[in-house]
């Protein structure tokens, strides 16, 4: 089934965090090429800015390119997760349920509960990943189906058990 991921591109996420996310994403988009799985990245801040649709065979230049992208300004999580339940919605009407994986620091994961009702309506999951943050992770306990975080140590591969165990569930 396809994935649908919203990376967090907000300025709490400059730096490492961004790395991160866009290192634990890349290694998901791996697993979905060799599974041939669709997949779509929402790159997101006060806005999705930047919308990324594989078909299950992209080659290493177009994820590079997604993933070299990076939207800076303020954080809106609700209103990227509206436009992934679009996408699962629209996924859904041609048969295939996604799930939605949200990468983000935790911070302004606010109101995203209508949106991820929508997700569970059309058949899909949200999974939500912390990236190396003390963000609101009470706030995101409220709309996600799971809930794991990662840090440096994770993705160094010093105890990658958090995001392995993500992975194991898509």
């Known amino acids: 089934s396809p ?3 919203a990376i967090d591109e907000s300025g709490s996420m400059k730096g490492m965090r961004d790395i991160y996310a866009k290192a634990f994403a890349l ?3 791996a697993i979905a090429r060799r599974q041939r799985r ?7 801040s006060s806005a999705v800015m930047r919308e990324d649709v594989f ?3 992209w080659n290493v230049g ?3 390119d997604a993933m070299r992208h990076f939207a800076d300004g303020g954080t809106d999580t609700a209103h990227a997760l509206r436009r992934c339940a679009d996408v699962v919605e629209l996924m859904t009407a041609k048969g295939q349920h996604a799930d939605v994986v949200l990468l983000t620091d935790g911070m302004s994961a ?3 509960k209508d949106a991820a009702d929508r997700v569970r309506a ?3 999951r ?7 943050s003390s963000g609101d992770v009470a706030s995101a306990k409220t709309f996600s189906d799971a809930l794991t975080s990662i840090d440096g140590a994770s993705i160094r591969g010093e105890d990658i058990a958090p995001g392995a165990a993500v992975c194991g569930t898509l």
């Open 126 to 132: 949200v999974i939500t990943v912390i990236i190396d």
């Open 122 to 124: 059309a058949g899909g």
């Open 110 to 112: 606010t109101d995203c």
């Open 62 to 64: 177009q994820i590079l």
């Open 55 to 57: 078909d299950g065979t």
């Open 3 to 5: 994935i649908v991921f």
């Open 27 to 29: 290694g998901v988009a």
């Open 38 to 44: 669709p997949f779509v990245i929402e790159h997101y």
